[in-house]
């Protein structure tokens, strides 16, 4: 992270690309159950977000890495607890560790929102973001709808199964809204205004989604059909694209943050040879904002105990 609270791309994608989120009344009520709780725990801005049935993107920012990586944690391990659940998915549930891509600069983050917006659009599932049946934040950006969820405490609702209790529906459930944080170029704006500009924002993916259709002569999944698809299943093909270094519009931000980063792996690698010599040098030679590896963990525990 180059600094507190960059932004960042954040995507993770269901195992083998199966239907695993495909919505629901019910699972819509999940996710955002499990978003907003998380959001409770973490220091997370979230500025937006969309679910498909195989995949989710977000974009947030945070004070540091490591917080980054807890949330991540927290929700992606709920989220494959509360869809397999509903699913009967006993399985894996995320194909690999989710990809967090910084964001650079305001011509960038502009540009992700417009890709984040126009998933249901771009995949030929649907002909507006707003008719995507998922979970999606453009009603609470664009019209100011509040995005409520629904969390399980599920330790508490074993507990009072393990000692014989009748549960009742929702006993042991809590809501949660998901609380959206504005864009910085749009945060002097009043909220009408707000919402004016993501209302443009829609129309655009509206007019490009509707020109594409009629050059290629397609017609969009629908809703109907989208509903109907079977969670196990997984598409014929999954597009996939090379996962760029960072986003940024200039070349020479881009080049930076590569040098920045290879300037970082080096002091973590020469710390971590230090390391495995035994030197108590290490400790100190970590960079900043890095994971440290269980030995050091285990050596600076020792250290702080002694002390």
């Given at each position: 992270m180059p600094e507190p609270h960059t932004f960042f791309e954040v995507t993770c994608r269901t195992f083998q690309s199966r239907l695993l989120l495909r919505p629901s009344v019910e699972l819509n009520e999940l996710i955002l159950g499990v978003?907003?709780?998380?959001?409770?725990?973490?220091?997370?801005?979230?500025?937006?977000?969309v679910v498909l049935s195989n995949h989710q993107h977000l974009i947030l920012s945070a004070p540091d890495a490591k917080t980054i990586a807890d949330f991540m944690c927290y929700l992606n391990g709920n989220l494959a607890k509360e869809a397999g659940r509903l699913h009967h998915w006993k399985e894996k549930?995320?194909?690999?560790?989710?990809?967090?891509?910084?964001?650079?600069?305001d011509e960038s983050l502009i540009n992700r929102v417009h890709y984040l917006l126009s998933h249901g659009c771009k995949e030929g599932l649907v002909a507006r973001p707003g008719d995507?049946?998922?979970?999606?934040?453009?009603?609470?950006?664009?019209y100011g709808h509040k995005l409520?969820?629904?969390?399980?405490?599920?330790?508490l609702e074993y507990e009072a199964r393990s000692h014989g209790q009748t549960i009742k529906k929702n006993q042991f459930s809590f809501t949660y809204e998901v609380a959206l944080t504005p864009l910085p170029c749009?945060?002097?704006?009043?909220?009408?205004?707000?919402?004016?500009?993501?209302?443009?924002?829609?129309?655009?993916?509206?007019?490009?989604?509707?020109?594409?259709?009629?050059?290629?002569?397609?017609?969009?999944?629908?809703?109907e059909k989208i509903l109907s698809q079977d969670p196990h299943a997984r598409p014929e093909r999954s597009k996939r694209s090379p996962r760029p270094f960072c986003h940024a519009v200039e070349q020479t931000t881009i080049k930076v943050f590569?040098?920045?980063?290879?300037?970082?792996?080096?002091?973590?690698?020469?710390?971590?040879?230090?390391l495995t010599k035994g030197d108590p040098r290490s400790?100190?030679?970590?960079?900043?904002?890095?994971?440290?590896?269980?030995?050091?963990?285990r050596l600076s525990q020792a250290t702080f105990s002694s002390g």
């Open positions: 978003v907003g709780r998380a959001l409770s725990k973490y220091p997370i801005k979230l500025y937006c977000f549930f995320w194909s690999r560790r989710y990809s967090a891509i910084a964001i650079l600069d995507w049946p998922g979970v999606h934040c453009i009603g609470a950006l664009a409520i969820g629904r969390w399980f405490a599920r330790t749009f945060a002097s704006l009043s909220r009408k205004e707000q919402q004016a500009r993501w209302r443009q924002l829609i129309s655009d993916v509206e007019i490009e989604t509707r020109e594409r259709l009629e050059r290629d002569g397609r017609q969009v999944m629908g809703r590569k040098e920045a980063y290879e300037i970082f792996v080096a002091a973590y690698r020469q710390a971590q040879a230090l400790l100190s030679m970590f960079p900043d904002d890095c994971y440290l590896p269980p030995l050091a963990l």
